[in-house]
């Protein structure tokens, strides 16, 4: 990571090398201050007078308003530099994350996420603002007072030069304890986190099944054993805080030691000897700085590691294929195979599937026959195992992500609105619609009459989720949305599944209106959705069990038709 970070930008590394400057000029007032107090004390013990000591008197005391005004300023670019870092960050992360799609996301948590997207990058700021650039000041600035203490003394300056040797043999040391540690306490955090989110999401559910104090046990617990993870952290930390301690106070007493026999013997000046007094310690003061950075930092190494593990994470690949389109586009799935990760099933076996230009297929079957997979893979939220699919023959995976995604719109049973307004959640699809376009689209959609009689039109604030909004209403916005983006494929993912019997007529002639024109796959669990399709599509275990118009299957007495009997006996 000390490399990776400066490697993010030219910006940011401008910001470092300037943070690092600054504190090497700390540190230069610092070592000018005590070769002027070392002078100043020998002319003093030499019987000199007051007037032998005014100008380094001066000096020092303009070395301290330069050091001062230093510290004042390091404050504030630190937190600058920090915030070019984080921004840069979120930006990378946000970029891959949209890339990676739903594929990756599904794989964690959401707490957990959210704890990496936003603590993992907020947590940086003590590392990118001191410890990143204590390195490099600390080695730098240990590296030079080490070499003017040779010229004053080579026995000396090898014993100073030993001791800041031995000083990154400390953290070595540790480091497999700590970074076996830093990984329980950030699996511990993530966990408590996303338990605790979780519970915050389900409170009516366990307010409604008298299960919150259980839960509060439970959480209870988890916060008990991250407490122990985080104890037995810092008593890692405190020992490496304890040992680089002992080796600065080591050092400066074997150095002042072998200087003060070297005195006596007569090898030593005084001067000499108050120089190589109060510089020992400025040797070490940088390298004591950057051991308080680290100490100060450690928390953020793991929530990095994870920023980074995403960063890292392999991408899509991407082809650069054009398609051209006249009219509506064909779609196929040749063979195609899908197993979901820690699944043994595939969850698509061997699906073969043509839809001809501007046909309406519908896809059926019992949950968890596949019929989800199959436009997940159109999108390319995952790619086949084996097998191929294809838009007007064109294999997806040679498509650029955009070009593929801005092809298909999709209408789903879990209809997402952001918290923001009526009109910024249509924009969505295409942000330089016009106000009669929007308003085209929701009457299209049957949405208008409602979306006018909220308090403030489509300015009106829809809540988190959409929560304000009834599920048919949201559901009518997520039409209007697609026929705003008019992409020539649509898939309708169960589009009516939120929607009572009153609003289905409504809604299903919108949704007759939608797909007029476009490639269309319908997955449905209401049969009664689908009787407009030109095809019926029967999935069962990843497989085409029946196919064909639905009147014809209806009069078959195959899978559809006892699909349709148990729903229709269900419904009685």
């Not at 020092?60 to 404050?75: I, K, T």
């Not at 030993?162 to 076996?180: K, W």
């Not at 405190?238 to 090898?267: D, K, P, Q, S, W």
């Not at 390298?287 to 994870?306: D, F, G, I, M, N």
């Amino acid at each position: 990571m000390i490399r990776r970070l400066p490697a993010l930008s030219p910006s940011v590394r401008w910001r470092l090398a300037g943070l690092v400057l600054l504190l090497l000029s700390i540190t230069a007032t610092y070592v000018g201050q005590g070769v002027l107090i070392a002078q100043a004390l020998a002319r003093v013990f030499a019987g000199q007078g007051a007037d032998a000591i005014v100008w380094p008197v001066v000096a020092v005391a303009a070395l301290q308003l330069v050091r001062s005004a230093a510290l004042a300023v390091r404050e504030p670019v630190a937190l600058r530099t920090s915030a070019a870092v984080k921004a840069e960050l979120r930006r990378r992360l946000t970029g891959k994350l949209l890339l990676l799609g739903p594929a990756h996301a599904q794989r964690a948590r959401t707490g957990a996420a959210q704890t990496t997207l936003v603590d993992g990058i907020e947590t940086a700021d003590a590392y990118i603002g001191r410890f990143l650039p204590q390195v490099a000041a600390s080695v730098i600035a240990a590296v030079a007072v080490t070499a003017y203490l040779f010229t004053l003394d080579p026995l000396v300056g090898g014993v100073v030069l030993a001791c800041a040797l031995l000083l990154p043999a400390v953290p070595l040391l540790s480091d497999r304890v700590l970074r076996d540690r830093n990984a329980a306490w950030l699996r511990g955090y993530k966990g408590l986190y996303a338990e605790n989110l979780d519970a915050l999401q389900g409170m009516a559910t366990l307010k409604a099944f008298n299960a919150s104090g259980r839960r509060g046990a439970e959480l209870a617990r988890l916060a008990e054993r991250f407490c122990r993870d985080s104890i037995r952290l810092m008593a890692v930390v405190v020992g490496y805080v304890g040992g680089v301690a002992f080796v600065i106070g080591l050092g400066t007493a074997v150095a002042l030691g072998a200087a003060a026999l070297r005195l006596a013997a007569g090898e030593l000046t005084v001067t000499e000897l108050l120089i190589i007094l109060l510089l020992t310690a400025e040797c070490f003061r940088p390298l004591k700085e950057l051991e308080s950075a680290y100490h100060s930092s450690h928390s953020a190494v793991p929530s990095l590691k994870a920023v980074f593990e995403i960063l890292d994470a392999p991408e899509p690949s991407q082809g650069e294929a054009r398609i051209d389109l006249d009219g509506p586009p064909s779609v196929a799935f040749d063979e195609v195979t899908f197993t979901y990760r820690e699944r043994d099933r595939p969850a698509l076996d061997r699906f073969t599937l043509d839809l001809a230009p501007g046909e309406r297929v519908a896809l059926v079957g019992r949950s968890g026959a596949g019929k989800t997979t199959v436009a997940s893979l159109l999108l390319r939220f995952f790619d086949p195992d084996a097998g191929r699919v294809t838009v007007n023959g064109v294999d997806v995976r040679d498509l650029p992500l955009d070009r593929l995604r801005a092809l298909v719109a999709i209408v789903s049973q879990d209809t997402y609105l952001f918290h923001g307004t009526v009109r910024r959640n249509l924009a969505l699809a295409r942000p330089d619609a016009t106000d009669d376009e929007l308003e085209a689209a929701a009457r299209a959609a049957q949405a208008h009459d409602f979306i006018a009689a909220l308090p403030d039109g489509y300015d009106t604030v829809v809540g988190e989720r959409g929560l304000k909004l009834s599920g048919g209403e949201r559901q009518r916005i997520a039409i209007a949305r697609a026929l705003l983006k008019d992409a020539p494929i649509l898939v309708l993912d169960e589009a009516t599944s939120s929607v009572d019997a009153a609003n289905e007529s409504a809604i299903q002639h919108a949704l007759d209106t939608l797909s007029g024109g476009r490639t269309t796959l319908m997955i449905a669990h209401r049969l009664s959705t689908v009787r407009a399709a030109d095809r019926v599509i029967v999935m069962a275990d990843g497989r085409i069990a029946e196919a064909g118009p639905p009147a014809e299957l209806l009069a078959g007495q195959g899978a559809y038709a006892r699909l349709v009997a148990a729903q229709n006996g269900a419904a009685r």
